[in-house]
DNA sequence: TGACAAAACTAATTTGATTAGTTATTATAT
DNA sequence: ATATAATAACTAATCAAATTAGTTTTGTCA
């Protein structure tokens, strides 16, 4: 028999592995037991179900986005630290479609485990309040720019966008867009 | 046995229905096939399977949404056209939450039917013409207005924006947001 | 009216998740 | 070291749902 050695941490690496090959819905538990080793009915001894995992697959990626964007804000502020945040996540969408489609399927509103908070906005809140705007507004931009982000990684790997470079463009674009509004507001006050 | 008289028509409007009762995920034959009233595989002389008529529910969807918006800009035009049709999409999403599921799934690269391209962008593209707005940056424009739009959408529909209306404030919030770019743009030239 | 196509049916197959029940492995505590 | 408990694997069985095969009914139209 010999144990495998597994951990969840194993199980989500090689479960987005696979959702990235293929996506969040051919995801399957014969696939990932045979990747790993194992009988699909073994894999319940790390797993709820099937859809609990990509749920949990979710999870796992919003934590990777975190930790990336995290990392890559050191030593960097202002519009620089928007767009280095944006881009970021941009490419961790784009090299893990699997991942990134559970992220943007999954319920949020269902509590994420309380080690793991969306970072994510976290961080840009904070970028918000480092300049000078009101509470109320930095919830208003954190919307927008959640929103867009998203929304175009998620149009971007449905193949929404030409894969030219072109769209990549259109990105940075839209972001300088709503960094501009970032600062009109700043000046409105 | 007696015939049901469907139509395709008629099959998406209920399979539509019952995806925005759960969700697109959790639609299925079986409960289709009883609102309907025939078995389950008499559906295959309509569908060409489950995972197909998710699909055709997302061209169904854009359909609907193109059409209202047509509908809701005869004249109107201007920032205020945009505005509208912004906000005829969010509506549409927000009282069709299963079949605005469909339209973000499923890969719009894969063509939809000839009579039916994407009427939505070439709204929005007409708008950006009726201004005086390079073809190149028009492209942007509406690469980002999609993407803010849908994103938005998704998000709000699986609740990452409190239920309390603000989310609604945001989105307007937003649209102005992308307005206003698009003014720079024009005073650019 | 008779034949053909469409649309329904029932029965069977397939696939994949999940559950039940069992056994081997590892860790822990005497 | 050894007994014991917990963990993680296994095989076999169940269940649900999509799909396929093969048949019958119904409506249309020559």
Redesign the pocket.
């Known amino acids: 028999?010999?144990?495998?050695?597994?951990d969840k941490r194993k199980i989500l690496e090689t479960a987005g592995a696979l959702a990235n090959e293929s996506s969040i819905k051919k995801l399957?538990?014969?696939q990932l037991a045979q990747k790993l080793?194992?009988?699909?009915?073994?894999l319940?001894?790390?797993v709820q179900?099937?859809?609990h995992l990509r749920f949990d697959l979710m999870v796992y990626g919003w934590e990777q986005v975190g930790e990336r964007i995290a990392e890559a804000l050191i030593g960097i502020s202002g519009d620089d630290a928007i767009r280095r945040a944006c881009e970021v996540f941009y490419d961790y969408a784009e090299e893990n479609p699997g991942i990134f489609e559970a992220m943007a399927y999954y319920n949020r509103d269902s509590k994420k485990p309380d080690g793991a908070p969306d970072r994510l906005t976290d961080i840009l809140f904070r970028l918000c309040r480092a300049r000078d705007i009101a509470e109320q507004d930095a919830v208003h931009i954190l919307r927008i720019f959640r929103s867009y982000i998203e929304g175009f990684a998620l149009l971007a790997h449905y193949g929404a966008f030409p894969r030219d470079g072109s769209a990549r463009e259109s990105f940075n674009f839209g972001v300088d867009f709503l960094i501009a509004g970032v600062h009109q507001l700043e000046e409105k006050k």
Do not use: E, T, V
Request: aromatic share 4%.
């Open positions: 028999m010999s144990r495998a050695n597994l399957n538990l014969k080793n194992i009988q699909p009915p073994s319940y001894n790390h179900s099937l859809d």
